[in-house]
Structures are given as C-alpha cells and as structure tokens.
C-alpha cells in the first residue's frame, strides 16, 4: 500500500503557487508512477449510491448519476485493487476524510491528471534591491537585476502604463537604495512595491 500524506499546506503558501498551463490525462501505470511525487488531481463520475459510503472500497451498484467530482488519488492498493482517495468534504465522510474506490469505476483513471505540459511560474519576491536596470531604445524593453541570487528579470512589457509605472518604482528604489517587493510571473516582474 502506498499513501501519500496530505497534511496541512506550507504557511506561504500563496508565495509557492505554481499555475499549470497545460495537461494531459495517463494511465492507471503512470497515475502510480505519479504518485511517488505526490498525490494525483482526477474526477470522477458521481452515482447517488456515493453519497452513502462509510468505509471499504466503493464501487457503483445503484443509484443515477448524481454529477461529476475532483479529488486527490493519494495511494493505492493493489492486494484490495483500489485507489486511496482524499476528498474535499471533512472528517466526516467517509474513512476519516478519505475514501477507496476500485479500479476502473466510475471513469477515475479517464480524468487524472498527473503529466503537466507546461507550468507558469508566479510569485512575490520580498525585501530585494535593485542592484542594476537596463533598458534599449525599443518598445517596452527594460530589465532590472535583483539582488539575492535572483539576478536579471524582464519589466512587464504588455502595457504602456504599467511599463512605465514599474520602472520609475525600481528606478526610485534603485537611487534611494531601498529594497521593492516584487510580483515575478514566468521571469517578467508584474507589480513593485517600494518599502
């Protein structure tokens, strides 16, 4: 049996968010394979018999489809030929909050999701100074270099306003030898903050 535990997220968490741009559903193998690296995104198709599951491995008997629903695949159980589930709804449901379901039942495997196509890095980067700013007699095409490790990161570019917003801040900051907070999206500084 293997379990992935699930406990409690990181306390900065939202400094940690990574956006997925692009994914593809697998294999039951490969949903295995992913959960060595942590627990899988599926859904699955609702039946009303769902709704009164306790304990043991469910699979569909009666009842209608009542929806559709996504949880966790957090391990599985070949001897007892299921899937370990952790899903959304409390303590309460189920097994402590988790839940077993066969293998092959209600479309598990059709909608997980464990290979990412591409990923959209984003996050704040806090307390940094401006060490270095470059810009080029070219539309919106300026750079500042950060300090910590961080080094070269491209100034938004998609917007006049916010273009030249961003490099006066950094600018400023820069001169008055202040440290910014700044909103990283895939390597492009978004937002700025003087401190």
Known sequence: MNKTDCSGL???????VT???GSHSVGAADI???????????CFVVYNDFFSYRSGVYS????GVAGGHCIAIVGYDDA??????KNSWGTGFGENGFFRIAYGQCSIESWAVVAADGIAESFWLNNRKVLGLWTIDQDRNAWAYLDGNIGWRRI??????????TLT????AKLAKRPVNVYEEMGVIKQTYVL
């Open 169 to 172: 801040q950094l600018s400023a």
């Open 80 to 85: 007892a030929g299921c899937w370990i589930c």
């Open 32 to 42: 295995k394979a992913g959960l060595q690296s942590g627990p899988v995104s599926a």
């Open 156 to 165: 938004a570019y998609d917007n006049d306003n916010i273009f030249m917003d």
């Open 19 to 21: 956006k997925v741009t």
């Open 60 to 63: 569909h008997v009666t009842g």
């Open 10 to 16: 990181c306390s900065d968490w939202q400094n940690r």
